[in-house]
């Protein structure tokens, strides 16, 4: 019953085959009942290649195996004698599976071995496969095969003994040796054996106990629909996998009997559960749960072979899906390729780069040319779908795409050039000058290449903006690029095509941008430049720089000479002493020192102020900065050189601003009328006084309107509009300066004044009143009393540390990136020694100031022994010199004469002047050598309110070229030697003390 119920689940296919197996099992039936001698057929053992490894007889029924020895052993007599009839050979007897109480016990790693199925067993030990190959020759082919109880245990074969019977289940097969094959020993499981003692350590032998299933009934009804269960499971899963179906079929033909515990036994083995799962179906001697924990573990598969059927199909419909969609797209593109609607996409590539190099063809060099139909002929020949494709593809784009000879337009318009850069900048006559000098030669020329400007100055001072002015004042294509920072020569030299991700250089890169040959290009932060391990970019930047290499500049992607010659290059620094040398020497320095009060005035309150008053939206009636206040907040926030933080400022204020107007209800939005109309009996008139925006004036009207609403017909077809007030008189009211501004209480107390009573009919009564929409606005003045309301406390203190300098202080002046500053110079004697006068310094100085505090100390010796010889002061003093502000690090020569000073007044006793300030290098000899940042110090000294100023001898051009308005009111000396200091400083200020 149970063998028709699976047959039935079979393919067609596989019916056919039956009466085959039929007639074999037949065959072993007779022959089980003739044959019960101990003298059996040796049959032909069964090959273990083939793909589905089962027995041909079970060994559950005592004497099945003989049984099927017997059968194999008539076909295998057959083929021996080549015979067609049934020719035996008798052979001594082999013993019984059943009379097999001592086996050798080999452990499984992967899987229970179950009855009925063949199990290839690889042998590692050399002396246990010679004793199985010994065994399968003599008449005990069996052993046992017994499940390794840890999962884990790879070195199972390296146990002997009790160990290794210790890792080994109790319950495994007894397993015919079917063959062996170099270290491939194939099993044939027969029936359940139990492990009862062990009897050789080596190879492990051990004693078996045959076991038997329990009795049970077959007319069960639990085990029948169980079984049922199982059989159905099993049908389902033969749908889903065709491994399950080539084993169903194999074991069903081959099976001689099948019963329950059969039935179990194939549910367990071909499933794919865990071994230990399968472990508990062989030691289960109950028929019944062996049944339920077979069916577990079949309906687990089940529902696994589902889920593996569902992934399958949508993958499967997913790949479908795409594949026809991509072989209808194909078949698209030959149908228009046919109606020559359309092309493939390599002759599409082809022809868009042989137009650009027909476009491009009377201009663009012929070695370019070359390059250009070389690199198309090459990709016409390569596939679409190969890497060098795309990298030809991407190399011709770039040839095709720049601008070879192509050059805007050059203007060299002095006079249109001065009008941008007063429009752009205020101030800086020098370098407007400078740019026009340099746009004039331009026009003498018919170009202006060969120059490469370098703008430097502090941050803020406009360094940037001036080159977008440039560039459109010569009517040039601007492009900007940074180098701050830039440690890679690619950046600037392009990469090689070889690499992945290879892209051309920033130059190259600029003119695909912008379009053009003649660009300019202003390259930022030159200062900054890194250096790494890719190289140095400041080297690559010299071939740029250079106007007698720049015109076969060859990048590494391009790999062919571009012309940069046509290029105007402007860069930025903010410390020149930073560029390398080589780099600084291709360069025309353009300094721009900064801007002094006047000048910040100036640009905040026309450019600055302005544009940010517009940014936020307020009205210029609105808001008022007065000039104390941008004052203020030059000196006691922005004293920098640039108007960068000084813009930053403004906008903190206006934005203060915009938030406080916004919280009054002030809205600067186009106005929109609102209505509210309340529904009566009677029409009434209402008589409505609306403040309308004029967008031509500044100032804004009102209009006053009577409005009839009627409750029957409220559409805008019936509202009369009437002007009750003029726009001059309204203008008077609310925009007068003079006169108090009205509150709305007040002009709600002049309501009743303006009802009236028109004529009407006596059914209706109106009523006239007029409503004030906006409240009256207030002007918003920012002052220096409430400037720190809108940018808080101040930054800056002031730089006079005293109003009249003491013995041993003098004023010095200092500069560096961020612009000038003043500084002091104090000098305190410490002590009295008996030997030679010593001298410490503190203020954070660095080596090259430490220097010159010594070099000082030595010069006032010799000058104090000049004017005063009897005055032994610095021969017996310890002397202390600090430079205030010492969380600052200084450092430079040109405090030198200031130090000088300062200890000559402290050994003299007598104080400089309270306006006096200096700068200059001083040498052991005396004589006072140039400073730099002559404008910069004397901005700072007109910040702190500084007359009179000494500069050394070879400044005086320095100081000569600056502008009118920062040397006004200022007296400056020039120098070529100490004693001339000394004699403005100190005799100067004796002389004045005795008139």
Known sequence: MLRAAIVAGLPARLATKRPQAVTVAARVALTST????????????????????????????????????????????????????????????????????????????????????????????????????????????????????????????????KELLNCLHDVGTLAQITRIQGDLVVLLGHHRIQISEIVVDEPLTVKVDHLKELPYDKDAVVIKATSFEVISTLKD??????????????????????????????????????????????????????????LELVKRELEISKLQESIAKTIEEKITREQRRYLLNELLKAIKKELGLETDDKTTLSEKFRGRIEAKKDRC??????????????????????????????????????????????????????????????????????????????????????????????????????????????????????????????????????????????????????????????????????KGHSGDPASALLELFDPEQNANFLDHYLDAPVDLSKVLFVCTANVIEMIPSPLLDRMEIIAIAGYITDEKMHIARNYLEKKTREACGIKPEQVEVTNDALLALIENYCREAGVRNLQQQIEKIYRNIALKLVRQGVSNESPQDIMVVEAEKNPVNFDVATKVEDKNSKNSIAEDASVDVSPIDSSLDNINVVPLTTESEVGHNEHSNEAPTKTFAEETAKLPNTFKTPEANNESTHRNMEVLVDKPEEKVVVNASNLGNFVGKPVFQAERIYNQTPVGVVMGLAWNAMGGSTLYIETAKVEESKGKGTLFVTGQLGDVMKESAQIAHTVCRAVLLEKEPNNPFFAKSKLHLHVPAGATPKDGPSAGCTMVTSMLSLAIGKSVKKDLAMTGEVTLTGRILPIGGVKEKTIAARRSGVKTIIFPSANRRDF???????????????????????????????KTQES
Not at 261 to 272: F, V
Not at 466 to 494: H, M, P, Q, T, W
Request: aromatic share 6%; charged share 25%; proline share 5%.
């Open 237 to 294: 899963a033969l749908r889903t996998n065709s491994l399950w179906k080539d084993q169903v079929q194999a074991y069903t033909q081959h099976m001689g009997d099948f019963n329950y515990p059969r039935l179990a036994d194939l549910g367990a083995a071909i499933s794919g559960a865990n071994k230990l799962l399968c472990q508990e179906v062989l030691e289960e001697l109950d028929v019944c749960k062996r049944l339920k924990l077979t």
């Open 960 to 990: 000569d070229e600056l502008a009118s308005n920062v040397k006004e009111g200022l007296e400056v000396h020039f120098v070529d030697k100490y004693s001339e200091i000394y004699d403005l400083v100190f005799t100067s200020d004796t």
């Open 365 to 530: 060099p012929p070695h370019v040319l070359q390059v250009m139909d070389e690199e198309l002929t090459k990709l016409q020949l390569l596939e679409a779908s190969s890497s060098e494709f795309s990298v030809t593809r991407n190399y011709l784009d770039w040839l095709t795409v720049l601008p070879w000879g192509d050059y805007s337009d050059e203007n060299f318009d002095v006079h249109h050039a001065q009008h941008i850069l007063d429009e752009d900048h205020y101030g800086l006559a020098d370098v407007k000058e400078r740019i026009l000098e340099f746009i004039a030669v331009g026009k003498l020329r018919g170009s202006s290449q060969g120059k490469i400007i370098c703008l430097s100055g502090p941050p803020g001072v406009g360094k940037t903006s001036i080159g977008r002015s440039i560039a459109r004042a010569l009517n040039r294509k601007f492009y900007r690029f940074s180098v701050g920072g830039l440690a890679d020569v690619a950046e600037i030299k392009g990469h090689r095509r070889t690499y992945v991700g290879a892209m051309p250089g920033k130059i190259v890169q600029c003119l695909r941008s912008v379009g053009t040959a003649n660009p300019l290009v202003l390259i930022d932060e030159i200062d900054k430049l890194g």
């Open 34 to 161: 003739e044959v019960r001698s101990p003298l059996l057929r040796c049959g032909r053992v069964p090959v273990p290649g083939r793909r589905v490894c089962l027995c041909s007889a079970a060994a559950d029924d005592s004497g099945s195996e003989a049984e099927s020895s017997a059968a194999e052993g008539e076909e295998a007599a057959r083929g021996e004698e080549g015979e067609g009839e049934n020719v035996s050979a008798i052979v001594p007897a082999v013993l019984r599976p059943e009379d097999c109480h001592t086996v050798i016990a080999l452990p499984l790693l992967q899987r229970p071995l179950f009855p009925g199925f063949y199990m290839p067993v690889y042998v590692k030990d050399a002396k246990l496969l010679r004793t199985l190959d010994e065994n399968s020759k003599k008449s005990t082919p069996y052993a046992g095969a017994f499940l390794v109880k840890n999962e884990e245990d790879n070195s199972i074969h390296e146990l002997k003994g």
